[in-house]
């Protein structure tokens, strides 16, 4: 029933497959106002986009959105915004012999268990194809926090397989140096430890040659976000950056601050403390809670009984290795009969690069929606004369 | 705005605070005609109170419910149920000296930075004692679970500090083991490896002697679930399970199949393969999903694609060390004066043995509440006449 | 599914029944820092509660409220606020007789087509019983708009039967008009017209003689808000509004404006036209919508596209005459044998009275509703340091 | 805020202006395997389409839709389904000399109260083009509630001026009657008292001459619909589908059953009686509620308490004249300036048949979501393994 929306007051809605005519969004909620363009959205959108560089998979597909609705002379109505991105490189043939075979690791078995049968070209619905909607509908969230709070929302690559990036303060990651070597150059693993990404880089190298895949995490950090954002109880900011962080393919574990590494941790060690904030102090608090205070660490990962701290939230996914590989592997058939199976190319061999963009997306659309809907509540006497 | 409800289907609604006359919860889209008494919230209820062992708080809370609306002659209405769990021992002396002291690790600082004031005899809408209404709720998602679909969900203590339980098959931990010792004496730790269970309760003596806390970890499965649960998009089973769990207070990470340990993985490894279900097979698959059609292992936690594949569903959730500590830790008031602050007793050394029922409910809450919504959906040809 | 709660940013959800322990509401979304005490309840309370006068029900429920939630030291926390009104005098027994009968104008009948069963004592969840919990939340709504806007609600009976008030300006009705006579004494009628309304209380002394029921029309009015409120497509003022009063028992027909007058008008005449406001000017228009413009008649009921203009909202509603009837009525019981039915006594001969402060709850939670949900949108960038 | 869906089960979201690329709606919930062409789109698209005949606008939109996701195959695959309709016939420059001119009965003036700005081309999100969008919807939910029920929805127009139509039985009227004549050619009226229709006609026919507009009433039936749809408090049937019918442009009030008529009755005369259901009974109970029970007559307008009787359901909406007239008419400017308007050409001087495909669209999205809701909850026991 009805599970293609998501968010109150920042509230997108999507529909769209891999192989059908394309995905689009609709964005209701936005204020009036705010500056929007094509071009703003192609952005992040050639940041998701296959075929970007030779680590990931080689589908090339355009991405190129329309926005249907909701901008006037560049600027958004307040009215809810549409926007389109056609599939361009669909190559239906290419997947003509999964018609009848449950690909490992995909939704192929479960969307037969639950609708009866399925969109065999791909993986329809439940293709990573979708997440184009979503990364259009991030880049206005991000638009809003920006304009709003001065706030941006930053995630990098942070494992694959065995490598670990060794970054000391996240919330210092800029998106430069998410995006660009040192000499200029497209950063095409988006990790800003660029010794790390080297040799993240090999690995996904040696992998592909293997005919597998391997897997990872990635961090996000989002600064500048205001101390009050999330509701007490159900829709704590902690559990909405979740749900939305899990809602994307291949997400089977997320943490925040600390996160697993609480369940060895003492109280007197986990907690931070509140101390006075220094004059003219920035990092890691960026902007004041309550004037005067801070916590002196952040191992609560900027949100304390659900509601942001005002220190900069911190988040970790970890993705699974991609499931389609050029290697054969055993399966059944959707009559119960035993086939083997193999990916014939351009896939991933590893999905982190390009799932940046979308859990960035996702984490600016749930604190765009928090931040509206605290607004609503704490200017709720101001004057309606006053725009 | 408006954060104390949740899921759609079955839908429940909060409010109370630790320090007020209850909390109550509302729950919608029950169907009627399940048997519902106060002796079946008692059950779960009492898994929950405090004071009901030597390892946690010894605050002693009744927690005796009232069926407000909702019930007919035992059985539900098919209108929504209200359930009442007053507030008996609030003591509210206890709390006069954090009046305006900002606790390390609670959200005394946050509620401050977003309502401007908050209630200062205790943690208020933020306290552990607003989860009474959610065990109360997961009472009648367990009942609807287990009529409908004989399904079950069981959560156990899977770590305490560093000790861990050794559970081979999750999937077939029972209530039991989980609550009783084999001599039928209460299982206080609720931990199915009676050999870790002891360690972790001798850890958490010794803590507690040290007037500190400690973290651990807890598993979450359901069995019985058939395939199909879950949309396809943002309402993902894994999606919701994640919000459910990250809503409940000190979970700092959630994970479920190999979760975090996926990064580290290759696809080659990690695929679960699908294989034939074998004649009366029960177990990893307790449910077929497709006639004949199961994997070989659970890797992916029963999930794919965000939906349910038959198989049970694993999920693990951080829980951090209580915050509140006999030891002294310093912090600053709310005027921004730094001050110490120590808890003076009946505080919980290790949350996990409560945490227990409340990660049971909410994971009960949310497979009731996408079966009500699936039902609408594959049923929808059905003829009006029959009920 | 899930039919129980109304509202987005000021969100209410309810439970109970006629013969149950009683009613309940959780308002959620209300700012923090709005005073409220169980006394401001009572005021509305006692305007809904029955035996109020000799041409009501001479049903007596005290309907004293408990605050369960919400309010600290007598003001709204920010959190969901609960409240309870016991039901006091069900008087099971006078129902007995009912058991298998489907009353006439009840939702006996489809209840039971529904359901399967029902609480035979009475009317269950279909009873008026339940706007109890509407008219306290109500309460809080008026409260908000009057702090946030200086906003009003009046409501008034217009029509019993073929006996119509003549209001001039019903914009300018005061709640002193609805509930005193010039001598000061109760206006049980309450109709601004008092001589219409003495007509009224005849007609309705001469229908309960005569052992039956009249309808009626009733009036509902709110000033003072502001122009801007409400969305363009689904979520107009007008609709929401409208679906707020249908949803209140009895109600068999709902227009703003002219409303159903429009059917034989011509454009030209029924447009009103905008003017400059005149300096001082007050009424119709009591807020200005935009500085120096409003119209100089008032047809669109103060709505054009959906959202408010900033004049009078101006409401009627159509009430049915009561269904339960001293005459006797044929009617089927649940097993199919046709029988008769008189009601013993104890329901109101016309519905209006006790309508009044029902059609005014509905009403200003909308408002506040809309009122909440715009102040999210038009104040996203005020910065996050104020409150 | 977020105020551009509706529905809960089967729900709608649109965006989309007049003078914009498009209209786009997504429909989500719909279930999986129901055949969808872009040919069924079109049948009601064309009937809400300007220009259809001499008595509408002759602007000319060919309103060709596409379906861009959730059909595989000419099947609904339980995934959103995505429709756009694209704007052919802009023609902003009729609209330049309106750009800072408050058209009189427009949104023009409270559009700008609410957002500071608006698309001065046409009506832009308020203009009746967004319901192109609302119309393809209706065709899925239609289908729906054919294929599940055999249902149907059939809206006529029951009033123009002082013209009513005679229609002794409504359940009765066919979509032929209203579309055709005896003689087979186009019933542009779509009222299926003919010889009313003819009257009807020719006093549009005046009124355009005189550069006029007229209002009107509408009437839509839903029969097959069985007991018990709709929930019992605040999301009554009559309440959503009140909602639904306000939610429309130009809709000044809704009445069902007797409606406004019941205000003068006395309950003994107004109640249905339950009556054994003749065998072979169809008319006026075409479906049996509960087997061998109807009602002799139906005031009631086929709900009860909210919830659907098995009776008919019958409703009416009053429509005002259009407000953009060929006349001149007085208005302002933005900056407060008096100036006069006159619309050249292209409006439609009745709204009435272009109205009735929307309304019906309407009723049929409500009546599915209340089907689909009610679906999950009479058959939650239903085992997985049957589909």
Redesign the interface.
């Known amino acids: 029933?009805?599970?293609?929306?998501?968010?109150?007051?920042?509230?997108i809605?999507?529909?769209?497959?891999s192989h059908?005519?394309?995905?689009?969004v609709?964005i209701?909620?936005v204020?009036?106002?705010i500056p929007l363009t094509v071009d703003d959205l192609v952005v992040d959108l050639n940041r998701r986009r296959p075929g970007q560089s030779h680590i990931t998979t080689q589908r090339d597909e355009a991405d190129l959105p329309?926005?249907?609705?909701?901008v006037?002379e560049g600027?958004t109505?307040?009215?809810?915004?549409?926007i389109?991105i056609r599939n361009t490189d669909q190559r239906s043939k290419d997947y003509g012999d999964i018609k009848d075979v449950?690909r490992?690791?995909?939704?192929d078995?479960?969307?037969?268990?639950?609708?009866?049968?399925?969109?065999y070209r791909g993986?329809?619905?439940?293709s990573a194809r979708?997440t184009t909607a979503r990364v259009a509908a991030g880049v206005v969230a991000k638009r809003?926090l920006s304009?709003?709070?001065g706030a941006r929302v930053v995630g990098y690559v942070h494992?694959?397989?065995?490598v670990e990036a060794q970054v000391a303060h996240p919330e210092e990651v800029t998106q430069q140096q998410v995006e660009q070597l040192a000499d200029g150059s497209p950063n095409i693993i988006r990790c800003p430890d660029h010794a790390a990404g080297a040799k993240m880089i090999k690995l996904i190298e040696k992998?592909r040659k293997e005919q597998?895949?391997?897997?990872?995490?990635a961090t996000i950090v989002a600064t500048g976000i205001?101390?009050?954002l999330?509701?007490?109880?159900?829709?704590?900011l902690?559990?909405?950056?979740?749900?939305?962080?899990?809602?994307l393919?291949a997400?089977?574990?997320?943490?925040?601050?600390?996160?697993?590494?609480?369940?060895?941790?003492?109280?007197?060690a986990?907690?931070?403390?509140?101390?006075?904030r220094r004059e003219g102090e920035t990092s890691p608090v960026s902007?004041?809670?309550?004037?005067?205070?801070t916590t002196n660490t952040n191992r609560?990962?900027g949100?304390?009984?659900?509601?942001?701290?005002?220190l900069p939230i911190i988040l970790k996914a970890?993705?699974?290795?991609?499931?389609?590989?050029p290697?054969e592997?055993?399966?059944?058939t959707?009559q119960?009969k035993?086939k083997t199976i193999r990916t014939k190319g351009r896939h991933d061999p590893c999905l982190l690069p390009r799932f940046i963009p979308m859990a960035e997306a996702m984490v600016a659309i749930v604190l765009a929606d928090h931040?509206?809907?605290?607004?609503?509540?704490?200017?709720?006497?101001?004057s309606?004369?006053e725009?």
């Not at 059908?20 to 689009?24: R, Y």
């Not at 494992?159 to 065995?162: H, I």
């Not at 999330?230 to 704590?236: A, H, L, N, S, Y």
């Open positions: 029933m009805a599970g293609n929306t998501f968010g109150q007051a920042f509230r809605t999507t529909a769209g497959e059908g005519p394309g995905n689009v609709i209701d909620g204020p009036a106002g329309e926005i249907l609705a909701g006037f600027r109505t307040g009215t809810s915004i549409a389109l449950y490992p690791g995909h939704a078995f479960t969307f037969d268990a639950k609708y009866g049968f399925r969109d993986g329809g619905r439940s979708e809003l304009d709003a709070l494992q694959v397989g065995k992998v597998d895949s391997i897997g990872g995490a205001p101390a009050g999330g509701e007490p109880v159900f829709d704590k902690k559990a909405d950056l979740a749900k939305a962080l899990f809602s393919p997400v089977l574990g997320v943490e925040y601050g600390i996160g697993f590494g609480c369940a060895t941790m003492r109280g007197s986990h907690n931070d403390h509140f101390v006075p902007i004041p809670a309550i004037d005067g205070i609560h990962g949100m304390l009984g659900g509601i942001s701290s005002g970890a993705v699974k290795p991609t499931s389609s590989l290697l592997q055993p399966t059944m959707s119960g035993p931040w509206l809907r605290w607004c609503g509540q704490k200017n709720w006497k101001s309606p004369g725009r």
